[in-house]
């Protein structure tokens, strides 16, 4: 396939390219290269013939058009998104402006792009989600998200999101465009930008700064290894059927506090301080507001459909992250004076 990867330069997004491209397929990475972007995330990639880069605000309708006019695309992979939910606390706006009036000005693009075309039933409007929209579940391994459990969005990152993913099915049921939506867990693994939990604990405990868990540290997440992840959007891509939703989750849940020691008893064998453990480092820090208990996801329809689960245990995904970050410290300490990295945000609540 030809596809269009918004976000391409991301976390997430260049997980994705990488392993588009390795399967065969033409890929042009549309981003606009804000704060958590990084083109050194493609550089396995950067020279395929397969790839190709451009420097696009996905606000910026003309850009997008001549995007969707010159690279013929038979399918789009929307991940461009704002996506740290402290940083949405201390400015929505770049939220509202990106997860919202970005993914309209997309799919209008999209929708322009397919019709001069012809409609063709083959195309695909991949919308790529997270499970955050949901809100938040009890502590109880009975309930977990699933394609029905009605939208709670308690940040103004979910908030957003909610509102594109509403977008999306909007412009299926009103203007035909074949859509696809995907809501997943929480990724980790390699290229992770260092503000997010997984990340900043394992750089915090190598710098031996403080290893800061938000309150008790007794939230709950699903944790999903970011290529298993990429695999699974590239199997819903292909074998999804249209307008319908899929959950996609690592099967992997943890409290907060027992995956930052899962880190630091890694750290410890790979990496051994002189004296103690890195365990010793944990620091609880005020909660964050309106944070959420426990994300868990129900990923059977998408097991059920299309055979795609997981590949990797939170233990092997961990221990491969770790020696990532530990083999590639050149690439994290470029983005260490990044805007907001090594901070605490979230606070203007």
Same mark, same amino acid.
């Given at each position: 396939m030809r596809i269009l990867v918004?976000?391409?330069?991301g976390f997430i997004g260049s997980a994705v390219v990488r392993l588009a491209i390795a399967r065969g397929h033409d890929v042009l990475n549309v981003d606009a290269l804000t704060y958590a972007a990084c083109l050194e995330n493609l550089d396995p990639v950067a020279h @395929?013939?397969?790839y190709s880069f451009a420097r696009i605000d996905i606000c910026e309708r003309e850009a997008v058009d001549e995007a969707f006019t010159v690279f013929r695309p038979d399918a789009v992979l929307h991940l461009a998104a704002e996506s740290h939910v402290d940083r949405s606390i201390d400015g929505p706006g770049s939220f509202i402006s990106t997860n919202i009036t970005g993914t309209f000005h997309l799919l209008e693009a999209a929708r322009a792009y397919w019709t001069r075309n012809g409609k063709p039933g083959s195309f695909r409007f991949h919308h790529v989600s997270t499970d955050e929209v949901y809100g938040s579940l009890p502590d109880d391994p009975a309930v977990r998200f699933t394609e029905d459990t009605p939208y709670d969005?308690?940040?103004?990152y979910?908030?957003?999101?909610?509102?594109? @993913?509403?977008?999306v099915r909007a412009w299926h049921e009103t203007y035909g465009l074949p859509v696809l939506v995907t809501n997943c867990?929480?990724?980790y693994g390699p290229y992770h930008f260092p503000e997010k939990l997984i990340p900043v604990v394992i750089l915090n405990a190598l710098a031996g700064k403080p290893l800061p868990i938000y309150g008790k540290g007794e939230n709950i997440r699903d944790w999903l290894y970011v290529e298993d992840h990429a695999d699974a959007l590239l199997c819903v891509l292909s074998g999804g059927k249209v307008g319908r939703t899929y959950n996609i989750g690592g099967g992997n849940e943890r409290r907060n506090i027992d995956l930052v020691r899962d880190i630091c008893a890694i750290l410890d064998k790979k990496r051994p301080k002189a004296v103690g453990s890195y365990a010793d480092q944990i620091a609880f820090v005020t909660d964050r507001p309106g944070h959420d208990a426990r994300y868990a996801i129900d990923a059977s329809r998408i097991e059920d459909e299309l055979g795609w689960s997981p590949s990797r245990t939170l233990r092997e995904g961990l221990a @491969?992250?770790?020696d990532w970050y530990l083999a590639n410290e050149r690439w994290w300490r470029a983005l260490q004076d990044r805007d907001g990295v090594g901070v605490r945000l979230g606070t203007a609540a």
């Open positions: 918004t976000g391409g330069a @395929d013939p397969h969005p308690r940040s103004p979910s908030a957003s999101k909610a509102a594109s @993913d509403h977008l867990s929480n990724n @491969d992250t770790v």
